[in-house]
């Protein structure tokens, strides 16, 4: 049983080769507290922390709802790099 001062998050981290994974993570209701904690969850893998979700959630990605063959269009593309040609926005 819980503690009236903890809540569960769905900790989504990412790793160096860019495979996210989730684990549940039992913490602070404070979410600047809770993020710190998630963060060093990670940190002995060298995994990093990208997001943090209240509750205990999936984690769907590509890799493991995909056919990898039916759909390889759909993985062609850099998120970053969507919309690069002639009408590209550039912060400056």
Known sequence: MMEDDEMIYTAIFQNSKGVLTRGRYTGSPDRHQAWQHAAQMGEPSGD?????????????????ICDRDANIEL????????????NVFQMT
């Open 48 to 64: 990093c922390l990208v997001a943090m979700v209240p509750g205990d959630h999936p984690l769907y990605t590509y890799e493991n």
């Open 75 to 86: 993985k062609s593309h850099d998120v970053y790099e969507v919309g690069v040609g002639d």
